[in-house]
């Protein structure tokens, strides 16, 4: 092909996405669009701008990072990374905002709307960190923490979170694209205010007041759809629910394609929501239920949840921020959030970068990894639910090494160290603390479809839980090296003894 004809080309193309913007429909042309196989929602037809973002190395990196941290270390199959998920999201935000868009033409959502949503929901993960939430869950605050503990010069974020470095991504990419071709938002329609609407989806509408500047309060509906800060229904849910479900192989109840069909916007209490069916209320409790038993079952699965805490470990000793002096043969980590360019390079390549390296000052963080990898955990004693009065971590650890201290083994050649265990305390909830979430969702009726208000008590089964969170106390044994394997089992028969005892004690746990 000729050079003319090639530039002929192109501005069909930008001719051909120039008419189908002028259009009333959501539809865009075969001819723009590009078709995605993916195994959860089949073939995903997704608009060209959204794979001009795809093609971008801050994008591909996601491909770098594991959905579910080291879950996959205890599930095989759930190796699916951020990428795939990105890409399910922005297929997902596309769908529920069509069904609105042909439901409800009077709200006047237009293809702008559409391509800044679908753009958000593709965007919204950029910012995670090494093994996901370990990253910005536990590396960067216990960064923080040794950096004031030591009197290092503390630099960190308040409560850092990885939406806030999403959006420094997303404005990377926006800059990158521009760098190419200036008018390339331009030529789809968007503009500067399009991409605050973009920032503002991915970090979720938290306030009553509506003070955001990418949409006015008339569409306010648009910022519940990628990340919800209402109730916690939205599409990021919907695609790592089914997609999570899938890979570890877990049965997943709730339904999102059914929902997504009874999806309706109504005004409540001065602002548009986006509400459901009523009929559809169980459908919407099974939705906070299944992200409880992914909790349970995987995502705080008691050997998954002990690797993440190694690995963190790993990180922050390989971490050269929290040393004096910066040693150049360690990892920038913490300090990488305060640049995109040092951050794009941080990926769950890093395990293999510090188990291949030789460098003196990373042997600790090396030896972690290898503990992981050989299996060598520390052992799992017990774990038991906690009632309301004995919620305090600092007063469980005391009375714990108390109970240890306390305990006389059964077998004469075993003695227990209360310094040999570590104690957590693990949140279970089903989204909102301990609040019931169904309370804090809109539904309408058949027969009056305009007006919608929480559900009802009647209106609900009931066997629904009172309660809506709890807290797992768990004890886990430091295997040390020097121990051989029938005396490590000896003490761990112990403490399981010796942990059933602290239970059944005043502490009334179960």
């Known amino acids: 092909m000729s050079g003319s004809e090639g530039t002929k080309d192109d501005m069909k193309k ?18 723009t669009m590009k078709i995605f196989n993916d195994p959860i929602h089949g073939h995903m037809e997704l608009h060209p701008l959204l794979v001009k973002i795809i093609d971008t190395p801050q994008f591909q990196r996601l491909r770098h ?3 579910l941290g080291g879950t996959y270390l205890v599930y095989p199959g759930a ?23 042909d439901n409800q033409p ?18 919204h993960d950029l910012g995670h960190g090494p093994f996901s939430h370990v990253f910005d869950g536990r590396v960067i605050p216990k960064a923080k923490k040794m950096k004031i503990t030591k009197g290092l010069p503390d630099d960190i974020p308040e409560k850092w979170k990885h939406e806030q470095m999403s959006v420094q991504m997303f404005d990377d990419i926006v800059k990158s694209l521009k760098a190419e071709n200036e008018d390339v938002l331009k030529e789809h329609g968007l503009d500067d205010k399009d991409v605050t609407f973009i920032k503002e989806l991915i970090e979720g509408a938290k306030t009553s007041e509506w003070t955001y500047k990418g949409r006015d309060k008339d569409k306010s509906f648009l910022y519940e759809i990628v990340a919800n800060k209402q109730n916690g229904i939205d599409v990021d849910k919907w695609d790592y629910f089914a997609r999570d479900c899938h890979h570890l192989g877990i049965r997943n109840s709730f339904d999102h394609k059914r929902l997504l069909k009874f999806a309706r916007v109504c005004k409540v209490n001065g602002r548009k929501h986006i509400c459901f069916r009523d009929k559809e209320a169980d459908n919407v409790y099974d939705m906070f239920r299944t992200r409880y038993t992914l909790h349970r079952q995987a995502y705080q699965h008691k050997i998954g949840y002990i690797i993440d805490i190694m690995l963190a470990e790993a990180l922050v000793r390989a971490d050269r921020d929290l040393r004096e002096g910066k040693p150049e043969d360690m990892l920038k980590i913490s300090e990488a959030i305060k640049t995109t360019e040092d951050y794009s390079k941080l990926t769950d390549d890093i395990f293999v970068q510090i188990s291949s390296s030789t460098a003196d000052n990373l042997r600790e963080a090396r030896d972690i990894l290898n503990k992981i990898v050989r299996r060598k955990l520390p052992k799992f004693v017990g774990e038991a639910r906690l009632t309301e009065k004995n919620k305090l971590k600092e007063e469980l650890t005391e009375t714990w090494k108390a109970a240890v201290e306390k305990y006389k083994p059964t077998d004469p050649t075993v003695s227990l160290n209360a310094e040999d265990f570590s104690l957590y305390v693990v949140d279970l909830d089903h989204g909102m603390k301990d609040k019931n979430p169904i309370e804090y969702v809109y539904f309408y009726s058949k027969r009056k479809p305009n007006e919608a208000s929480a559900i009802k008590d009647y209106q609900l089964s009931s066997f629904l839980p009172q309660k809506f969170n709890e807290e797992l106390v768990r004890v886990y044994y430091k ?23 602290w239970c059944s004690s005043k502490f009334e746990l179960h």
């Open 65 to 67: 990072i594991k959905q």
């Open 79 to 101: 190796s699916h990374n951020r990428f795939e998920h990105s890409l399910g999201v922005a297929y997902l935000a596309g769908c529920l905002v069509k069904t609105l868009r």
């Open 14 to 31: 930008t001719t051909k996405i120039t008419e189908d913007l002028q259009k009333g429909s959501l539809r865009f042309s075969k001819f």
């Open 106 to 123: 009077e709200l006047k959502i237009n293809k702008q709307d559409f391509l800044c949503v679908q753009i958000a929901g593709l965007c």
């Open 479 to 501: 295997r040390t090296d020097g121990n051989k394997e029938e005396e490590e089992k000896k003490k761990v028969e112990e403490a399981e003894k010796c942990f059933k005892d």
